[in-house]
């Protein structure tokens, strides 16, 4: 069974900064790529960053240049660097996982961390 856990959520200010985190941990799971999405209120799941195995990303048009997303030397750690913070980035955020366990396809989701900018 594939767990997928994020962390670092929190309430910061506008023009601040934050560093959410997604730990992916299974049994014989070889991974193809991680990302980042988010939901506002009232609003949809949609893409904000995905990296792949590789080193390939893809960005949101509204957060390229101001969120980074990389992993770590295991590369079962995805990590999204948020800048310049603003009250329209407010949502709840989730990780996603992606790749195989033998010859079946993974595709997972965490529960979310809350996000939130405000004065």
């Known amino acids: 069974q594939v767990r997928v856990v994020e962390s670092g959520g929190g309430l910061v200010r506008p023009g601040e900064s934050l560093r959410l985190s997604c730990t992916v941990s299974a049994s014989r799971f070889r991974l193809y790529a991680m990302g980042w999405y988010r939901q506002a209120p009232a609003g949809q799941r949609d893409l904000v960053a995905r990296?792949?195995?590789?080193?390939?990303?893809n960005y949101a048009d509204s957060m390229k240049g101001r969120f980074t997303i990389s992993t770590d030397n295991a590369k079962t750690t995805v990590y999204l660097q948020m800048n310049s913070l603003e009250p329209e980035d407010t949502a709840v955020y989730s990780c996603h996982a992606e790749g195989n366990i033998g010859d079946a396809v993974v595709d997972d989701w965490g529960q979310g961390t809350q996000v939130t900018v405000a004065s």
């Open positions: 990296i792949t195995i590789d080193g390939d990303t």
